[in-house]
């Protein structure tokens, strides 16, 4: 079965300073990656995915993430943060043997300061 | 406008006192599904449903039921509520991963059991 480790439980950023939250997953062929996004009081909004090709992925809101495979990786990037950057990251697997399963990380909390 | 609605968003019970929290969708998407979301834990499958009437456990089953009737809806019931039900709750529909989609989320229920 398919898991997800976000290390990071809360990061706090000031505004206009690059931002970087870690993902890894453990799965045994190349799995489906997303990350999501939960502003306060809201629901998830996908913010990018990644199921095959350019290991670059570009998401919404200036994100990027990057699939490395000889780490089990897929890190969600920002170069310069804004203050409505802060809310709850979730990094998500699925299984491509798998297709009904949805894994998600504990969650990044973003703290961005002035 | 593709959308995922929950209802209530809100709730306060007392144990024991039957409830259900109701999930509609209109992409005419087969998958569903019920996540709980709790601090340091993220989002956990709580019940699945991969079309009409085909309905599976996820990660947290116990003290929750399902159905799926028709293919838009997506109830959840607690028939006796216990204060370790005391959650966020979020209902995603999608299609199947192998096809690039993603996971729609409604804005989820916050329930109390007292």
């Known amino acids: 079965a398919q898991s997800v480790t976000q290390p990071d439980i809360h990061i706090t950023v000031s505004e206009g300073a690059s931002l970087e939250l870690r993902c890894n997953y453990s799965?045994?062929?190349?799995?489906?990656l997303f990350w999501y996004v939960q502003s306060p009081g809201q629901g998830l909004q996908l913010l990018l995915k990644?199921?095959?090709?350019?290991?670059l992925v570009q998401g919404i809101k200036g994100f990027e993430a990057e699939f490395k495979r000889s780490q089990s990786s897929f890190n969600l990037r920002k170069p310069s943060v804004h203050w409505s950057d802060a809310a709850e990251y979730f990094c998500?697997?699925?299984?491509?043997?798998?297709?009904?399963?949805?894994?998600f990380g504990a969650g990044t909390t973003v703290t961005v300061r002035a | 406008e593709a959308q995922v609605t929950q209802n209530p968003r809100y709730l306060i019970t007392v144990t024991g006192k039957k409830l259900t929290v109701t999930c509609s969708q209109n992409?005419?998407?087969?998958?569903m599904s019920w996540y709980r979301q709790d601090p340091g834990l993220g989002l956990r499958q709580i019940y699945y449903s991969m079309n009409v009437e085909v309905t599976d456990k996820g990660d947290v089953p116990e003290g929750y039921k399902v159905s799926r009737k028709e293919k838009r809806n997506f109830p959840l019931i607690l028939e006796s509520p216990s204060p370790n039900q005391t959650s966020l709750y979020f209902c995603?529909?999608?299609?199947?991963?192998?096809?690039?989609?993603?996971?729609?989320f409604g804005q989820g229920t916050r329930l109390t059991v007292v």
């Open positions: 799965y045994g062929a190349t799995p489906y």
């Open positions: 995603a529909s999608r299609g199947p991963l192998r096809v690039n989609t993603e996971a729609f």
């Open positions: 992409m005419n998407h087969e998958y």
């Open positions: 990644y199921f095959s090709g350019d290991t």
């Open positions: 998500a697997v699925g299984a491509r043997s798998n297709d009904y399963k949805l894994s």
